[in-house]
């Protein structure tokens, strides 16, 4: 009896129903999980936006024209408080351009803490690249101000111009940070803080993620955690944990715990760079996709022409425009329903799209309704 029922045990059938249930309950990797504090926030916090006006300098004649009116008074103003009184007409910004500076803080953020600051040009210049920010207070909306920023400029990227009409720009130049840039001089009001309940606030909401977060929780410290929507799980302090010790070693606990987050399937597209990011539950339904390119080349060429030799006449050049437009044939392809960004990949090399063309694409395939996904683009 006994040697059949191993016979009974060690069969193939019996063997791989064995496996089935190890895999089965053996958890997944752990490469797939992420803290939940990588995900959330504790929701004991406030936020703003900041917004000033400062100028760059140290550029290399690429800054704003002397037509721009704000940025010479700028100028002028700052070099009066300094002590100096120059004339408005007499100044050349050329190396100096206004901007509009941005930024956002928390309350968690105390008297002292560096943030990084967005720079933006308002006026005409050719690119920020090379140049310096000047002191510039940062505001909120109130008018308070909360922050100070300066520092060097990075753009990712480069303008090169020789003369009109040769020039080489590698990405958009006219946008830049300043990492760790800005520093507060003015901390947020803190919110009031529960004792008895603590709410993770997800960066990105979702009803899975929600939903696990507060399972795992609650497999860890019994039935204390709720999601309370997409965005926000609500954790109980048990009363053992209330003591601001044992509440402040829970909460960092909390935050240590790892689960399988979920998102939805978003294409990111930053026309200024060319970029391109799709996640992987991006799918495509079946769709014909047909793309071509319009070349229209100008070409002038000079004609002079030389009156008769004492003739009283006048030299006499003009332009010979040669216009052509080079149609270039539509190249089709049938785009099946793809799960995989590697199919999607080789169905749109197939018809040779470059990345600036891959957007249209997509804005496109969004349009018809074949691109089941979140379109941003930045």
Not at 116 to 139: E, K, R, Y
Request: proline residues 5%.
């Amino acid at each position: 009896m006994q040697r059949t029922l191993m016979n009974h045990l060690t069969s193939p059938a019996c063997l791989a129903l064995v496996v089935w249930l190890v895999l089965m309950l053996v958890p997944p990797v752990d490469a797939a999980k992420v803290r939940v504090k990588d995900i959330c926030s504790f929701q004991n916090k406030s936020e703003t936006d900041l917004i000033g006006f400062g100028l760059i300098i140290g550029l290399d004649g690429t800054g704003d024209g002397n037509g721009t009116q704000f940025t010479t008074q700028s100028l002028v103003n700052m070099m009066e408080r300094m002590g100096l009184t120059v004339d408005a007409k007499k100044v050349k910004v050329k190396n100096v351009a206004a901007v509009m500076v941005t930024a956002r803080i928390s309350s968690n953020q105390t008297v002292g803490s560096y943030f990084d600051i967005t720079v933006s040009s308002v006026g005409d210049a050719n690119s920020l690249q090379g140049g310096t920010l000047l002191m510039t207070p940062l505001s909120a909306p109130n008018g308070t101000v909360y922050a100070s920023c300066q520092g060097p400029i990075s753009i990712g990227g480069f303008n090169v111009q020789v003369d009109e009409s040769n020039r080489i720009v590698n990405n958009y130049t006219l946008v830049g940070r300043v990492p760790g840039g800005g520093k507060i001089i003015t901390a947020l009001p803190k919110t009031e803080f529960n004792d008895r309940e603590v709410v993770l606030s997800l960066l990105d909401p979702d009803f899975t993620t929600a939903h696990r977060i507060a399972e795992r929780i609650n497999i860890v410290y019994g039935l204390t955690a709720y999601p309370v929507d997409a965005g926000s799980v609500r954790i109980d302090i048990p009363d053992s944990l209330s003591h601001p010790v044992t509440k402040m070693k829970f909460m960092s606990d909390v935050g240590q715990l790892r689960v399988v987050p979920d998102n939805i399937a978003r294409v990111v597209i930053n026309e200024k760079t060319g970029t391109i990011v799709a996640g992987k539950h991006v799918t495509i339904e079946p769709v014909a996709i047909a793309h071509g390119t319009i070349t229209v080349d100008i070409r002038s060429t000079p004609v002079i022409s030389q009156p008769e030799p004492f003739s009283g006449g006048e030299t006499i050049v003009t332009q010979d425009a040669q216009i052509s437009v080079n149609n270039e044939a539509a190249r089709v392809t049938h785009l099946k329903g793809s799960v995989y960004l590697s199919d999607i990949a080789k169905a749109l090399n197939k018809i040779g799209a470059t990345p600036r063309d891959i957007i249209a694409i997509f804005q496109a395939l969004k349009q018809a309704g074949a691109l089941r996904a979140e379109l941003v683009i930045l």
